[in-house]
């Protein structure tokens, strides 16, 4: 080829470069000012720094891009670097204009104002948690019926009443993975023990066949959380519905039984599980919850009472694991707790778990650090100014628990984890968001942590883990895990406890 013909190449190439180059911008212009025109010059000019991107897709490329590439935090930064600190963005996610929210200040705002936001969950979360749970209740509603189930898991004088359970269960589940040499999926089994947990609170325990169901449908219907909601057959999101649907058949099934047994005068259990709170509670006007709603709510908390645990405590079993200088001096903390309790004592009390000031903070590292529920939704129901910039009425926002968590601005080194930074901090109000902040604070905040300590102790005491690939690819959807479920052998090490 002549060198006028690579010339006429060259010149080819940059034609269609340049005419991509331009479409691009034009269809992103022109998406921008679909999305944006309504609000007039002026609310316009007040929107925080960002772009509407693409139609369909806006920022869901990018954002699942980050998250399946490994590197979740790239996807806020990446608008940190395009954009400025401001905090504060807006993008199109989920089929709505977004506002994109990562530091503190912002985060405790929007957090703490019920009357300018309610919750924004995208509609295919809804579909799946369930449209009468609190994700998309009314708020009348939503503040009688938290209060109800809120109240026997909150507070640890409450939860008292379950430590004698949790600490059966966590002592049983690690004799039993460390009586064989076999390799277990300890992320696996430590969801199954949670869930058993939480199956005792809410339910006041299950049948095997049952509770074999409902972990099944569960691990469906997680996948699919932060899928692409598309309902064909193959796509997790499709699996995620069909699991609902077992949910709700095995949940309902739990429920006629229960209305039966009530009726005939038989009841199941001596102490008052959720399903009977659920089902005898009455509004001002003295109705009682349908089917459908008792349901929605089992299921939500059902799933949120064992997912974020679970993965918890895989981590921070892990990370004491993989840290010998943190385990031996959280080793040298459960020894002193042990060291005076008297001999007479059965199990763990609740003043032992007070005592645990060390892992305490291991485990809100490992809050911090692995970022479970790393995002929240809302949704404006007025204009309101954020960090001095607009969030429009009717826009969504996302609350970016886990870039407040990962700034260095926040904590030093943040990718460092490191217990001790705890030590005599008390964290200034929207720096530490694992359990979010307000009104929809994780009501299983506390139960949350008992379980994590609890089971830690034992290990600590007596056991060791050994991964089968400590090196394992990590996922971050929906939540972080080792793509191997953290294939391990648990090895009882001392007998002396
Ligand atoms: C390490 C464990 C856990 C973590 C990290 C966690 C995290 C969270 C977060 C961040 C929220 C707030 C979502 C928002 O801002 O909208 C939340 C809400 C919630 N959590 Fe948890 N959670 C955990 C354990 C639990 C447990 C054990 C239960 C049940 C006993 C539970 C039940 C709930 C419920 C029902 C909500 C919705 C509250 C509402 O909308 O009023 N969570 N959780």
């Not at 080829?1 to 010149?11: A, K």
């Not at 005419?19 to 316009?44: C, I, M, Q, S, T």
């Not at 948690?129 to 509603?141: N, R, T």
């Not at 009390?349 to 005592?355: A, E, S």
Request: proline share 5%; aromatic share 10%.
């Amino acid at each position: 080829m002549g060198g006028g013909g690579v010339m006429g190449l060259w010149t080819a190439v940059a034609v269609v470069i340049g005419a991509v180059v331009v479409v691009d911008g034009l269809v992103r212009w022109v998406h921008g000012w679909y999305r944006e025109a309504a609000l007039g010059g002026e609310r316009r000019s007040q929107l925080p720094p960002g772009e509407m991107g693409w139609p369909v897709v806006g920022a869901m490329w990018s954002f699942l891009r980050a998250f399946k590439s490994g590197k979740p935090d790239s996807f806020i930064g990446s608008y940190i670097r395009r954009f400025g600190r401001s905090g504060v963005y807006r993008a199109f996610m989920f089929s709505s204009p977004t506002i994109l929210v990562s530091i503190p200040e912002a985060c405790k705002q929007v957090l703490m104002d019920d009357e300018n936001f309610v919750t924004g969950w995208p509609k295919a979360t809804v579909a799946l948690i369930g449209p009468k749970s609190f994700v998309a209740m009314p708020y009348e509603d939503h503040r009688r019926l938290r209060k109800l189930t809120a109240a026997p898991i909150n507070g640890f004088d409450a939860l008292t009443t379950y430590l004698g359970f949790i600490d059966r269960t966590v002592t049983a589940s690690l004799r039993s993975w460390s009586s064989h040499s076999n390799k277990i999926e300890f992320l696996t089994e430590l969801r199954r023990m949670t869930f058993k947990i939480i199956v005792q609170i809410f339910l006041g325990g299950a049948s095997d066949d049952t509770m074999r169901a409902l972990e099944r449908s569960y691990t469906d219907l997680n996948y699919g959380m932060r899928a692409m909601a598309i309902n064909l057959p193959g796509f997790a999101y499709h699996r995620a519905i069909r699991a609902r649907k077992k949910l709700v058949a095995v949940l309902q099934g739990v429920l006629d039984d229960r209305r039966a047994a009530t009726t005939k005068g038989f009841t199941r259990s001596s102490t008052v599980d959720m399903m009977a709170r659920l089902i005898e509670v009455e509004d001002e006007n003295g109705r009682r919850l349908q089917d459908d709603e008792i349901i929605d709510i089992l299921i939500m908390y059902l799933n949120a009472g064992h997912e974020s645990s679970g993965h918890i405590t895989m981590w921070a079993t892990v990370f004491l694991q993989e840290n010998p200088e943190i385990f031996a001096k959280a080793k040298a903390e459960q020894e002193a707790i042990m060291r005076s309790i008297q001999p007479t004592q059965q199990g763990l009390k609740l003043r032992d778990f007070r005592k645990m000031e060390y892992l305490s903070q291991v485990v809100d590292e490992t809050l911090r650090f692995v970022n479970i529920s790393f995002v929240s939704f809302r949704e404006a129901t007025k204009d309101v100014f954020v960090n001095g910039y607009l969030i429009p009425k009717g826009w969504k926002v996302q609350l970016w628990y886990r870039s407040v968590h990962m700034d260095p601005e926040v904590y030093s080194e943040p990718k460092k984890f490191n217990p001790s930074r705890w030590e005599g901090l008390t964290p200034r109000a929207g720096t530490f968001l694992p359990f979010g902040l307000g009104a929809r604070l994780c009501p299983g905040n506390d139960l949350a942590k008992l379980e994590i300590s609890v089971f830690l102790h034992h290990f600590l005491l007596g056991y060791k883990l050994t991964r089968a690939n400590p090196n394992c690819r990590i996922r971050y959807l929906p939540h972080p895990r080792p793509v191997d479920n953290c294939l391990a052998t648990i090895t009882k090490v001392s007998d002396n406890y």
